[in-house]
């Protein structure tokens, strides 16, 4: 019996790359027992505007630079409120803005934790929701961590009881395959070109925007231009 699972750290609102991951494995683990890194993806993402691509960020501490993803807190606890007007103001014409923005309105109106990798994950589970992603997902916490960076990613599919792995293709620079292998465990590398264009507000047409773009412009059809629409 093969078992695939996929290990990232949390994004803020990510896009529908990141979901098509997760919907596409048996379990995904959070790993936010790694460094907080500034100015990416953990904090902030971005939208379409009439304007043009535009970023929406909860605003963070950030105290030191050893600092963990589940250890940095938001510095500005208006941060819902203002993320949700943003929303609201450029997404109010979306075809399925008003069907699908309650659930948002309401966790952005009533976000109460500083943290910011809970956020995170809150959202990420909203949105799988919305999308009918049924995936496991577990955290790092749950597991033992030791080793290098690549020892601890071997020990988490280990303890999973995984077979395969599925892991971006950013992550060929660093991974060291030979541990992998030498655990019987099966690399695959997501491959995010062909994605086919939707219905989207603002043109021209961009791929590389929050997965609320997706859902508030196509709604029930979004699984239709993602890569996990089989599975």
């Known amino acids: 019996m093969t078992k695939q699972i996929a290990i990232l ?8 790359g990141y979901f098509d991951i997760i919907g596409m494995v048996d379990e995904f683990i959070i790993y936010d027992e790694v460094q907080y890194t500034k100015n990416d993806w953990r904090n902030r993402n971005r939208i379409k505007t009439p304007l043009g691509p ?43 803005f008003k069907a699908y923005s309650p659930r948002f309105e309401e966790f952005y109106k009533t976000v109460k934790t500083p943290l910011l990798a809970q956020i995170n994950v809150s959202l990420i589970k909203i949105i799988c ?6 995936t496991k997902i577990t955290s790092s916490t749950d597991y033992d961590l030791k080793g290098n960076p ?35 465990i099966i690399i695959e590398w997501m491959g995010y070109e062909g994605y086919p264009e939707y219905p989207q507000l603002y043109p021209p047409f961009d791929h590389r925007v929050s ?6 412009n196509v709604g029930p059809a ?10």
């Open 54 to 96: 535009q970023w929406i960020t909860i605003p963070v501490y950030q105290k030191s630079l050893h600092q963990k993803i589940s250890e940095t807190q938001v510095s500005n606890y208006k941060w819902g409120i203002k993320n949700w007007n943003s929303l609201m103001a450029n997404y109010a014409r979306a075809p399925y």
């Open 211 to 216: 997965i609320v773009d997706l859902v508030f």
């Open 222 to 231: 979004s699984r239709n231009y993602m890569k996990c629409r089989n599975k």
């Open 129 to 134: 929701d919305l999308l009918e992603i049924n």
């Open 9 to 16: 750290q949390s994004n803020y609102i990510p896009w529908k």
């Open 150 to 184: 690549t020892e601890k990613l071997v020990s988490l599919c280990k303890q999973s009881q995984a077979t395969h792995y599925l892991s971006g293709h950013a992550a060929k620079n660093y991974l060291q395959e030979n541990l992998f292998n030498d655990e019987n």
